[in-house]
């Protein structure tokens, strides 16, 4: 079942446009790893804050301000250069069991900053400044499972080549 679809989707004329133009998959390659330089120094930043190791002397709530804007963009623009790369070849991510880790840790990790993100808001809503203190515990715990995902998620990337 899997495999049909794989065959079929290497053989549309979009995929086989993308095999043959030579510069096609170096560029949305190129700017796949531009947008993961974005997220990963937008989320090691606010992580890194929410642990309590960078920034503090500003707040949790003006870091989420500057960065997550930037790590929804990088994510779009991964989302949609990645869909272009499995296109192009199918058989190297979809075939491959390290591609279906990278995808369950990345929905992971958006789970993870949108719980985080709602516990903030709350708190914002509820009066107070920034996150309450008695949501530190929370916030540590989400900067080092977020870190732990991101970084996951860029090595299983890069294992795609060498797997499957
Ligand atoms: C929906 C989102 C994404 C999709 C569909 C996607 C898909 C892909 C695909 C198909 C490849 C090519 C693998 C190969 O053939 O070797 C790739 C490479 C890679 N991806 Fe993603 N990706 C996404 C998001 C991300 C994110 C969020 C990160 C890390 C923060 C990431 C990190 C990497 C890395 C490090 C590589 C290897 C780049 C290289 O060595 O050229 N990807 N991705």
Same mark, same amino acid.
């Given at each position: 079942?899997?495999d049909?679809?794989?065959?079929?989707?290497g053989?549309?004329?979009?995929?086989l446009?993308i095999q043959?133009?030579?510069?096609?998959?170096p560029?949305v /390659?190129?700017?796949?790893?531009l947008?993961? =330089?974005?997220?990963?120094?937008?989320?090691?930043?606010?992580?890194l804050r929410?642990?309590g #190791?960078a920034?503090?002397?500003?707040?949790?709530?003006?870091?989420?301000?500057?960065?997550?804007?930037w790590?929804?963009g990088?994510?779009i623009?991964?989302?949609?250069?990645?869909?272009?790369l499995?296109?192009?070849?199918p058989?190297?991510a979809? %075939?491959?069991?390290?591609f279906?880790?990278?995808?369950?840790?990345l929905?992971?990790?958006i789970?993870?900053?949108? %719980?985080? /993100?709602?516990v903030?808001?709350?708190? #914002?809503a509820?009066? =107070?400044?920034d996150?309450?203190?008695?949501h530190?515990?929370?916030?540590?715990i989400? %900067?080092l #499972?977020?870190?732990?995902?991101w970084?996951?998620?860029a090595?299983?990337?890069?294992?795609?080549?060498?797997t %499957?």
């Open positions: 079942m899997l049909d679809f794989i065959n079929w989707l053989a549309t004329p979009v995929s446009v043959k133009v030579f510069w096609i998959i560029t /390659q190129t700017v796949h790893i947008a993961i =330089s974005v997220v990963l120094s937008s989320m090691a930043m606010f992580d929410l642990l #190791l920034g503090m002397r500003n707040s949790i709530r003006s870091f989420s301000r500057r960065f997550m804007p790590l929804w990088a994510l623009v991964l989302a949609v250069s990645g869909s272009i499995i296109v192009a070849e058989k190297r979809l %075939g491959n069991v390290v279906l880790l990278k995808m369950c840790m929905a992971t990790a789970i993870v900053t949108l %719980g985080f /993100q709602t903030l808001k709350r708190d #914002l509820s009066g =107070s400044a996150l309450a203190p008695s530190f515990t929370v916030a540590k989400t %900067g #499972l977020s870190l732990a995902l970084v996951g998620i090595v299983a990337g890069r294992l795609i080549a060498y %499957g």
